[in-house]
DNA sequence: AAGATAGTCGTTTTT
DNA sequence: CGACTATCTT
């Protein structure tokens, strides 16, 4: 591909963004209007006019997944490899300056990444050491507001708590958090980026060094940068590489997690100089979806302006659905998606989006009795799972002996003895002589502190993780699992336990072996051990595997950006649910909501229902509610309400209610994922806890909970 | 050391 | 209501 082949295909303005000279842009390019694109296209762009070689381009963006597709993207325009460029998420880059400059980052050479669930055990068990009430000082909350001082560039010292006593006490948790990290060579989300940051900050042979290399720097979805991320940028751009930043600003629905929506809007004055380019063209929706966007968009202030157009046509009306409650609302969804499912229009380009992952619940329900196979985003990821982060933590131990999180993780996991009174002993050690309880266990042994038993026990842990480290020493990485799960007899644990929850955490271990086994190890100065380990952690992995290959999309709205769909249905739009009651005080974080349900209608290409119902139930008790304001700042010429006769719901619902006891019909043959083919043979319970006994053709009879089973009726 | 039971709390989530 | 946790029980 020549360089007119690489603008020809782009529009008007894309080309304007793409084949700019060197300068700051800012492009704020609207729902579907191509900005992957625009970003893959510049930075080949760049490339084949020969104005910058790979290695000196710098790539940012959010998610792994978007790294990876801008990477492909690349590479097949460029068409060669380009291993050279730094294309990564700004965690994954930081991680890989960390790595190479650990000394001057001061960390020890094999640090290990703290998930935030191993962070948030840290802070429970310095709770406990510190004598800290965890009501008065609920960890959840300590924990955000660590993450929050280190994405504001805060260490403890910075933090001005002007004398109030919680705050100090914050901090004084906070510097004990440091400690403890520091102690165990481990590394928090967070802190990735605030240490990359102050690398260079505190480095002006480094910082030179970068800012030579990285002659352009290109940020995908700037609206969700925080203050450290923007900080690192600015640094990292200098006085002459020009920064190309694509973003939305009505598609910031961060900010409770600290993405600052000001670093796109001063863009201009931070970089002076700047181009600005809008994309305004849309290629994914119906022009009546996009004028409604546009118009509650309207309804925000602050913004940068925009206004999204197409050339196609205006398509079908938006449906409204007054529904008379929750599980009316889901009936009626699931109606609707039967027809277009008969329509021919495939399951996975049907999406339900909902404010909060609660909701999905009715709508599984309803989707299980018509037997309408869905998958729910959201929830445990792979590299989370119980099972899974056991076995990491041995591997863990086997790098890094002092990782003390780990080190609490499995030193009784499978329980080999060693109660909770000898870890107790290990952590009072730690503290007094300021170590690791790796070696504080060890001190304690020396000294003979133990009784015989629990000495033992300790000792035999302690010998186990060693013989381990020396047994795996030169076997690549599959090995290494394989025996690791082996010898901490941890399948072994799961084995002997018959129940249907073991069965698939052995599953997952195996799923992990072969997770290593897959693993390519791009060989810098890690070995594949941590280079595994920190993908694990930096990567979290999918969800839950998809059961059908081709399922209807239930998840929130969140989850959903960046994603289209045929057919879209937004739910619950009733006020308290969306906008969410906790975000109806601020005007700030409303506009927020707002740009949520922006988010949710410009996900549609070709159709958009949206739904509310009059009763909700949520948290048990029936609320009745009234329809979301955003229905309202809806154009009324674009919507067009769905209505059924009052008395067919309810009588419909009360179908609902008696159906839910029993979906499936005594006799009928169903299909499980893993069993197989069987027949219905009883059922008992309602609801959530439905269950139907199942005499499968292989295995024989079982029960199951129909709404994790995921039947088929066939 | 696993299992039962009482109590709490209830947006959004990636890395 | 129901998922999750802390604490008590065997």
Same mark, same amino acid.
């Given at each position: ?59 940012? @963006? ?37 790595? $190479? ?53 805060? +260490? ?219 998958? /729910? ?7 989370? +799972?119980?099972? /899974? ?6 591997? +863990? ?12 993780? /499995?030193?009784?996991?499978? @329980? ?64 290494? @699992?394989?025996?690791?799960?082996? @010898? $901490?007899?941890?399948?072994? $644990? ?147 309400? /769905? ?72």
């Amino acid at each position: 591909m020549d360089i007119s082949d690489l603008l020809n295909n782009l529009n008007e303005p894309q080309r304007e963004a793409v084949a700019a000279p060197p300068v700051h842009q800012l492009v704020i390019a609207g729902a579907g209007s191509g900005k992957t694109r625009v970003l893959a296209h510049r930075i080949a762009y760049l490339v084949r006019t020969g104005e910058v070689s790979p290695q000196g381009i710098l790539a940012v @963006t959010f998610t792994n997944k978007a790294a990876r597709s801008m990477r492909d993207r690349i590479e097949t325009m460029l068409d060669m490899p380009v291993r050279q460029m730094w294309v990564g998420t700004f965690h994954g880059i930081a991680h890989r300056l960390l790595r $190479s400059h650990w000394q001057e980052a001061g960390l020890p050479q094999t640090f290990q990444i703290l998930d935030s669930d191993d962070q948030h055990r840290i802070i429970k068990r310095l709770l406990k050491q510190m004598e800290l009430d965890e009501a008065r000082w609920p960890p959840k909350q300590i924990q955000w507001f660590i993450n929050g001082q280190k994405d504001e560039g805060r +260490r403890p010292d910075h933090v001005d708590h002007h004398n109030a006593p919680f705050e100090e006490q914050m901090v004084r948790i906070y510097a004990a958090y440091e400690e403890v990290c520091k102690r165990s060579g481990l590394v928090d989300f967070a802190e990735l980026l605030l240490r990359a940051h102050e690398i260079l900050l505190h480095n002006k042979n480094l910082l030179d060094h970068y800012q030579r290399r990285f002659q352009h720097i290109l940020v995908d979805e700037f609206q969700d940068t925080n203050t450290i991320q923007y900080a690192w940028l600015r640094l990292l751009a200098g006085d002459n590489n020009p920064l190309f930043a694509v973003g939305d600003d009505d598609q910031s629905i961060y900010g409770w997690r600290g993405a600052k929506i000001e670093n796109i809007q001063r863009f201009t004055k931070d970089f002076p100089n700047t181009r600005t380019v809008r994309l305004e063209q849309n290629y994914r929706s119906t022009g009546t979806i996009l004028s409604a966007a546009n118009a509650l968009i309207e309804n925000n202030s602050d913004r940068l302006g925009k206004n999204l157009w197409t050339d196609g046509s205006d398509g079908e009306l938006i449906l409204l659905y007054e529904a008379f409650n929750d599980l009316e609302e889901a009936r009626y969804i699931v109606n609707s998606i039967k027809n277009c499912i008969d329509k021919g229009i495939p399951r996975n380009e049907i999406a339900v989006l909902y404010r909060s992952n609660a909701q999905s619940r009715v709508i599984e329900e309803g989707l299980l009795r018509s037997a309408i196979p869905y998958k /729910v985003y959201g929830g445990m990821r792979f590299f989370e +799972r119980q099972e /899974v982060k056991h076995a990491l933590a041995y591997l +863990r131990l086997i790098s890094n002996r002092n990782d003390d999180a780990s080190f609490e993780r /499995v030193v009784n996991t499978p @329980t080999r003895g060693v109660g909770e009174k000898t870890v107790q002993m290990i952590r009072e050690q730690a503290r007094a002589y300021n170590i690791t309880l790796w070696q504080a266990a060890q001190q304690l042994l020396d000294d003979k502190q133990f009784t015989a038993r629990a000495g033992n026990a300790i000792q035999a842990f302690m010998y186990l993780i060693e013989e381990m480290a020396v047994e795996t020493k030169d076997m690549p990485l599959h090995d290494i @699992t394989e025996a690791m799960l082996k @010898t $901490s007899t941890l399948i072994a $644990s799961y084995e002997k336990d018959k129940s249907e929850k073991a069965r698939m955490r052995v599953e997952n271990l195996a799923e992990l072996v072969t997770a290593a086994r897959q693993f390519e190890h791009e060989e810098d100065e890690l070995s594949e051990l941590d280079s595994f380990l920190a993908h694990a952690a930096l990567e979290a992995g999918e969800g839950q595997a998809s059961e059908y290959e081709d399922p209807v999309q239930l998840m929130t709205l969140h989850t959903a950006k960046g994603l289209e769909f045929e057919h879209v249905y937004l739910t619950g739009l009733e006020e308290g649910l969306f906008p969410h009651r906790m975000s109806m005080d601020e005007p700030g974080r409303l506009d927020e909501e707002r740009r949520l349900c922006y988010v949710g209608i410009t996900r549609a290409k070709q159709q958009l229902t949206i739904s509310y119902a009059n009763v909700r139930r949520l948290h048990g008790n029936e609320q009745y509610t009234q329809p979301s304001r955003f229905i309202s700042e809806l154009p009324k010429e674009y919507v067009q309400e /769905v209505r059924i006769k009052r008395q067919a719901a309810v009588a419909s619902t009360m179908q609902i209610e008696t159906a839910s006891s029993n979906g499936f019909q005594l006799g009928s043959r169903v299909a499980h994922v893993k069993f197989g083919e069987g027949t219905v043979t009883s059922s008992e319970g309602d609801g959530a806890h439905a269950r139907v006994q199942v005499n499968f053709d292989d295995i024989g009879s079982k029960w199951l909970v129909i709404a994790y089973a995921k039947l088929q009726i066939l």
